[in-house]
């Protein structure tokens, strides 16, 4: 009897599993909506430019608040050479941290 029952509950979530669809569409409008809510949020991840033959990788580190202030830092993988993207209620500035030489 038990079997039977496991079974027919098995047989009845299969079913309804594809009832229930969430696509593409869904998942961006839900984040679309978390998106408007948040009052800041902070991203980390990694960057690859590819030119021509040369491939450039960077970590990018994101900070941002509510209001269009952020901060952005681009960190090169192979020389360490970093640049700031700083905005705030000021304007819009590029540093590039003391210490760092150019070719």
């Known amino acids: 009897m038990k079997k ?3 079974t027919l509950f ?3 979530l299969v079913f309804t599993t594809g009832c229930f669809k969430y696509d593409a569409k869904d998942m961006v409008a839900d984040l679309e909506k978390k998106y408007k809510n948040l009052k800041a949020y902070h991203l980390e991840g990694e960057l690859e430019i590819t030119n021509n033959e040369d491939i450039f990788k960077y970590d990018v580190d994101v900070y941002f608040q509510k209001d269009d202030k ?3 830092s681009l960190k090169n993988k192979s020389n360490n050479h970093e640049q700031i993207i700083l905005k705030n209620e000021e304007g819009v500035y590029v540093l590039t941290p003391k210490g760092l030489t150019f070719l």
């Open 70 to 72: 952020y901060r952005v």
């Open 4 to 6: 039977k029952l496991l």
């Open 10 to 12: 098995l047989i009845l």
